[in-house]
């Protein structure tokens, strides 16, 4: 049976002997793991657990899901997967924009990099097949000169590229990779994987006249217009109605500070008195230029902004909640002109923002604690640009910073101030003011991460029902169907805000009418239960047990403020409960659960 | 000697409440914060008549409103004291 919607053809790129190979991805596999983040995960567990996230062992993969490029809604995202240098976890990291739909237009459902290319190296994708290039007149390059070069060499028609910057290049722990859209694979240091193979782009050349074809047509077409109708009739997601097309991410920063669970100055509080100045609200009145999108999206979450003068003047692709967290009530920084500025330095550098401004707030916690000599203030935005050149060019104490807030924490002396998981800085969400956060961020495969189970859907938006932010039970159970969930909607690689109107029914629909696997609800969602499981298994096999599902000890032991006053995060009952659900033993998948899946013989 | 929390303050009939709009209930309410007086006992429910009496844009969002008195989610029938601070939440969404 051949599947519908892949192009059957995944590329096996060694850098080190300059060869290409092409394969049919396997079946069973596609079946078991859909594709995206799913099948990544399986191709880094097949490439074995013992390799060092810096070596031609290593494997970096850019891998799409059955639906990417099709009329899905929100079908455009790319999966980046492989050993992350900051956790030394599997990771895989998501960039939405229209590269993901080309590479499958261009003839892909996956390109696979092993090696180490002798010269820095970009691959050119066009028509199935993959070249290497010489990529010397543009190393050295940040993201947005690189894209300008290629483009000028390529012409704009049907471009994607995917791209580091000196980041990258200089394997900042965290480095992300950067599309044409300033879509960014942000987390767990996948660009600096990529600078480490001296691979600094991907040019993809992909037309829509080759969007994949499903394997039941007119059913695919209703499953479609089904799913759309749920997208643009939303609360959450109608166009130029919903809250998340309005204002975008940052909708949530006044309310997430309302309930006392906005991490603010490096957690030491849980409120942020300015939070109200960084808001989406905010920002729509006043800096706001326009509402780009994705790829089949009618969403437009993007929120485009400009600063027409001063000394933060810029004109940048989006103000994020969680940049506009991490560089803001997290640092103490009330302008969002300044963070707006910043965004865009680290979009150019190729930074994921939220470890960058996890390594500020720890630098401003250890200059006020006198663990440093420097006098690096609170909330002044000057002193942080200049930190994010030296992150972005490893000069100076950058050095040290870009080896991520953890290792920057230790080296200051005290790595109780890194807010970390796993080596991985947390996200906009205190789990003193959001309990299934702190078991969401403590069980998260890639280290400290919201958007593995996320939890505040329920604890915040009320979707598909409230929880009590402040409660912890029923948390562990309620965090492995988000799991599960976010991990099919990963391994599809549509946009996980589809979840907020769409549920298990209209992903089924599209992917089995899609692709013709026979399958229904509950055998969809052991799907995404198998997927959560291989990848802590590969964890398990790297030495990762129950003791690294853990909280930095002032969530545990420092009530936070504000609602969340006379509240920690209760993670130790939690976590039983989360492990018996998962029918783990101490954070570790048994070899009978992991034949019951199918993992395993 | 009287213990100061014991002193009943009955004369108090009107109490002044917080009322913060984020997302769209701003853009209806054409406001991001103003007090509120009420007469006491007020619930959240007497609150929202109030207050969509004064601003009936936000009628079109009335029913997928959320309500959060001091931080925590309430219920229409949550009484309210004087000082309060509540939040109108209306649907919402991100990362």
Redesign the interface.
Known sequence: MTLGGYANCIARVDLTREKVDYEKPNEDDLKKYIGGRGLGVKYVLDNGPNVEPFSEENILCFMLGPLVGSEVTMSGRMAVVTKSPLTGTVTDSHHGGWSGARLRWAGFDGLVFKGKAKKPTYAYIENGNVSLKDASHIWGKNVHDTIKTLTQEYGKQDLSVVTIGQAGEKLVRFAAIVNENDRASGRGGTGAVMGWKNLKSLVIKGNIKNKPTPARAEEFRKAVATANTAIVKG???APRN???S???????M??VN???ALPTKNGQLTQFEHA?QLS??TVKETILVNDPTCHACPVACKKEVEVKEGKYKVHMEST???SMWSLGANCGCSSKEAIAKMVDMTNDYGIDTIEAGNCISVTMEASERSLIREKIQWGNPDQMIDLIHKIGRREGAGNILAEGAWRAAKTFGDEGMANQVKGQSIAAYDPRGMQGMGIGYATSNRGAC??RG?TP?SEV???PQ?T?P?GWEGKGKLLTIFQDLHAISDSFDIC??SA?SEGIAEYLAQYTAMTGVQTDADGLMKTGERIYNIERYYNNLCGFTGKDDSLPEKFLKRPGS???AGHVCDLEKMKKEYYDARGWIDGVVPQQKLRDLGIIA | MMDLSEIRMDYLTEIRVQVVYFGKAREAANASAEVRPLSSPASVEQLLSEVLNAHPALARIRQVVQVLVNGRWASENMQLKDGDRVAFVPPVGGG
């Open positions: 609360a959450v997601t919903g809250g998340l309005v204002y975008g991410t940052n909708v949530l006044n309310i309302e309930i006392g109200d989406g609200e994020e909640y969680e919201h958007l996320y859907a938006l009320a979707i409230k009590d402040l996980k805000f907020f504000g609602p969340a």
